[in-house]
C-alpha cells in the first residue's frame, strides 16, 4: 500500500503540463524599441490578437513550421502551447528596454517575459 501510494504521488509530480489551446487572429510584426519586441529576441515575431485582451507573444517549437506562419498572417488561427517565463539578462553594452526591479531576478536589469510557446497551429474554424 505504501509502496503504491509512493509511485501514485512520484508520477503525479512529473506529469507534462497540459497544453493550453488559443484562438485569435495571427499577426507578424518586426523589430522595434518596445518591450514586446525585446521579449521575442528576434527581428520579426509573431503575436496573437485577441478581442478585448493583450496580444500574445508567441514562440515557435521546433516542428511548428515558420513559413507557414507567414501564409496564416491575418487570418483567424487556433494555436496550441503552453506559456513559458523567460529572463532576459542584457548585455551591458546593447541597448535594453528600462524595466522595473524583480525580486527573483539575478540581475537588477533582467527582464521577465510572459510568451506563449506555440507547438501546433492551425486555421481556426470560421462560424
Known amino acids: 500500500m505504501l509502496l503504491g501510494a509512493l509511485f501514485l504521488t512520484?508520477?503525479?509530480a512529473y506529469t507534462?503540463?497540459?497544453?493550453?489551446t488559443v484562438t485569435g487572429k495571427l499577426l507578424k510584426k518586426t523589430?522595434?524599441?518596445t518591450l514586446e519586441s525585446y521579449c521575442t529576441q528576434a527581428s520579426d515575431y509573431y503575436v496573437l490578437s485577441r478581442p478585448k485582451k493583450k496580444e500574445m507573444?508567441?514562440?515557435?517549437?521546433?516542428?511548428?513550421?515558420a513559413p507557414m506562419f507567414d501564409n496564416w498572417v491575418n487570418k483567424k488561427v487556433q494555436v496550441q502551447g503552453e506559456w513559458v517565463n523567460r529572463t532576459?539578462?542584457?548585455n551591458?553594452?546593447?541597448q535594453h528596454p528600462v524595466t522595473p526591479?524583480?525580486?527573483n531576478a539575478e540581475?537588477?536589469?533582467?527582464?521577465q517575459c510572459k510568451i506563449f510557446h506555440v507547438t501546433n497551429i492551425r486555421l481556426a474554424k470560421q462560424k
Not at 16 to 20: E, H, S, V
Not at 57 to 65: F, H, N, Q, R, Y
Open 10 to 12: 512520484a508520477t503525479t
Open 16 to 20: 507534462q503540463p497540459k497544453p493550453t
Open 31 to 33: 523589430w522595434a524599441k
Open 57 to 65: 507573444i508567441l514562440s515557435l517549437d521546433a516542428d511548428v513550421d
Open 88 to 90: 532576459i539578462t542584457p
Open 92 to 94: 551591458p553594452q546593447s
Open 101 to 103: 526591479k524583480f525580486p
Open 107 to 111: 540581475n537588477e536589469n533582467a527582464t
